[in-house]
């Protein structure tokens, strides 16, 4: 049983989603206006570490990263370089897509965008204002937070504590300081969109009120962000869409701790960061995933030398291992059988990503599997492909599918015994067509084979091959 820690009643629960086999996870993603930071980045590998062992418990989940497309940030940036804020969403919108693959971060289903979704957007906004949630000021629309009774419930924040504690803004229209933007009016130079309201544009909370209740509908499984978003984002975004359908929305919470730099949240306006594509360039994902495995999603972490230093020693053994395994299954073709109870690690692994991913203990689960399969290697040096086989399989469901730590998909055949015998076939042709001197035949295959990513490469003794990609 997979049990959730639930930002919104604040204990862990059992996680049972609303159309089992099927799950439906929300992510706030980036707004789009500069390269992400590896504080970011922490969230997109822990949601998708999250996505990966609900599939690995055989969940079929569809999950959702928007990215905020229109947005003050993005006007400011456009403004400063003098283009368009499109083209500024368009480029950071690549290098977003581009960076996550790096990372090796499954795609997600969707990444539904705020500008195409505006139709939506307006039309939650007038069902707000029809039923008197929402107020319209000379175009600008505002929430008004008074209406909405549990306000405060998800970020466990008192209404009236937030409102005395909260700095009378310069915007007096507003009924409340508490009120926020629904609808935007446009200014000079602003992208805009004709509404009942008048030109304007979207406040960033309604956005994902709105394409969430679209793909989603008006309750779902799973919704998740840093922790900066629980007040006000997350805690707005329950007002809207409660409001709007009269339902439950969401039933659990899941937040991200930040990474820190000298105990301060890495963020891009104190300019205290790294980008990941900076960091890709020094260490590879494996490596940088080793890192954010190694702390439970839900707390602050640290980023240090000495984090990068320790995940980077444990990635080694686990390197190590790969390499031996690699070579034996190159070398061998029998050997004795090895008994290993695969299904005691398989479940301690579970047992521990069901008590809320708990990732710091899965990968201690890992590294007591790669300590006693190292005993039992080089206590047998005789154990046949079957074992390494075995210890293979057991770290790409893990430590690869679940994790993402390893990736055996560079070097390796995975897609079965089949698949090497054929290979095995055309490396046995084509050393009969070197033997008649038909050469042209014999690069055909190598020259084909390569093609498919299978790389030969020729010894005295005989043709090994890897796979390359
Ligand atoms: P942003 O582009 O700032 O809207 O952030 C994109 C995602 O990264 C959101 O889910 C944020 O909550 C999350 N995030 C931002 N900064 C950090 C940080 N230092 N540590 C962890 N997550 C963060
Ligand atoms: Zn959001």
């Given at each position: 049983m997979l049990y959730i820690y639930n930002t919104l009643t604040k204990k862990k629960e059992e996680f049972i989603p609303l159309n089992p086999p099927y799950v439906k996870m929300y992510f706030c993603g980036p707004t789009v206006y500069d390269y992400f930071h590896i504080g970011n980045a922490r969230s997109f590998i822990m949601i998708d570490i999250i996505r990966r062992y609900l599939e690995f418990q055989g969940y079929k989940v569809t999950f959702a990263m928007n990215l905020t497309d229109v947005d003050d940030k993005i006007i400011k940036k456009a403004n400063s370089e003098n283009i368009d804020p499109a083209i500024i969403a368009e480029k950071y919108t690549v290098a977003f897509m581009n960076d996550i693959r790096k990372l090796k971060i499954k795609p997600a289903d969707l990444y539904p965008k705020a500008t195409a979704h505006i139709a939506e957007i307006i039309q939650m906004i007038k069902t707000l204002e029809d039923k008197k949630f929402a107020y319209n000021i000379d175009g600008n629309v505002f929430y008004?937070?008074?209406?909405?009774?549990?306000?405060g419930r998800l970020s466990g924040k008192n209404i009236d504590d937030l409102e005395s504690g909260a700095r009378v803004e310069i915007?007096?229209?507003?009924?409340?300081?508490l009120d926020f933007s629904l609808w935007k009016k446009a200014k000079e130079g602003e992208p805009y969109w004709e509404s009942p309201w008048g030109k304007g544009r979207p406040g960033w909370h309604i956005e994902c009120s709105a394409m969430s209740n679209k793909h989603f509908g008006e309750t779902f499984d799973i919704h998740a962000g840093g922790?900066?978003?629980?007040?006000p984002h997350h805690e707005n975004e329950i007002a809207q869409s409660e409001a709007a359908s009269g339902k439950h929305f969401v039933n659990y919470w899941i937040h991200f701790g930040f990474l820190n730099i000298n105990n301060e949240k890495m963020s891009k306006s104190l300019g205290n960061f790294f980008t990941a594509r900076e960091i890709l360039k020094k260490f590879s994902a494996e490596s940088i995933r080793m890192l954010f495995v190694q702390?439970?999603?839900a707390g602050p972490l640290n980023f240090s030398d000495e984090l990068l230093t320790s995940a980077l020693k444990g990635l080694e053994k686990l390197t190590n291992l790969k390499d031996l395994i690699r070579e034996n299954l190159k070398q061998k073709e029998s050997g004795s059988i090895i008994e290993v109870d695969f299904t005691k690690y398989k479940k301690r692994f579970e047992d521990t990503m069901n008590d809320d991913f708990n990732t710091p203990q899965a990968v201690a689960v890992i590294f007591d599997f790669v300590k006693e399969m190292n005993k039992i290697i080089s206590e047998n040096p005789e154990a046949g492909p079957e074992f390494y086989k075995n210890v293979r399989k057991f770290l790409i469901d893990?430590?690869?599918?679940?994790?993402?730590?390893?990736?055996?998909s560079e070097t390796d055949i995975l897609d079965g015994k089949l698949e090497e015998e054929l290979i095995e076939l055309l490396i046995k042709l084509r050393q009969e067509a070197k033997r008649d001197k038909n050469y042209a035949l014999a690069d055909k295959i190598r020259i084909g084979l390569n093609e498919l990513g299978i790389e030969l490469k020729d010894s005295k003794e005989k043709t090994t091959f890897k796979k390359v990609k």
């Open positions: 008004d937070v008074k209406k909405f009774n549990g306000y915007n007096e229209e507003k009924r409340n300081p922790s900066d978003l629980i007040f702390s439970h999603y893990t430590a690869q599918n679940v994790l993402g730590i390893i990736d055996f």
